[in-house]
Nanobody, 129 residues
Framework: QVQLVESGGGSVQAGGSLRLSCAVS????????MAWFRQAPGKEREGVAF????????YYADSVKGRFTISRDNAANTLYLQMNSLKPEDTAMYYC??????????????????????WGQGTQVTVSS
């Protein structure tokens, strides 16, 4: 009965900021490795950012390093993605995902869809030039 619900998307000009939220129900966010993905029309879904359960270590796609920050508020049972210095190429539908799988190679697997067993419905981010 785990559900993920994204919010916080919208339209901004290049250079602006947005904070996306992913509310987790039916479980606790601290139990899962979690990630943000995005998909633009005609393109494959790509991993944007990842955060480990427990320790809180993170991974980021090269395209967003230094601009995006993934975080988790266990008390609020919510995952966040702070997006700064947004670019038109960041325009996409953004999805949160959760995994209970015990991978030993998350450093290479995190950006693939395969490890994740729960997905949200997505929230649209549009960045204009």
């Amino acid at each position: 009965q785990v559900q993920l619900v994204e919010s916080g998307g919208g339209s901004v000009q290049a250079g602006g900021s947005l904070r996306l939220s992913c509310a987790v129900s039916g479980s606790t966010v601290s139990m899962y490795h979690m990630a943000w993905f995005r998909q633009a029309p005609g393109k494959e879904r790509e991993g944007v950012a990842f955060i480990f359960a427990g320790g809180g270590g993170t991974y980021y796609a090269d395209s967003v390093k230094g601009r995006f920050t993934i975080s988790r508020d266990n008390a609020a049972n919510t995952l966040y993605l702070q997006m700064n210095s947004l670019k038109p190429e960041d325009t996409a539908m953004y999805y949160c995902a959760a995994s209970t799988m015990a991978y030993d190679v998350w450093y290479v697997a995190w950006s693939s869809e395969r490890p994740y067993n729960y997905w949200g419905q997505g929230t649209q981010v549009t960045v204009s030039s």
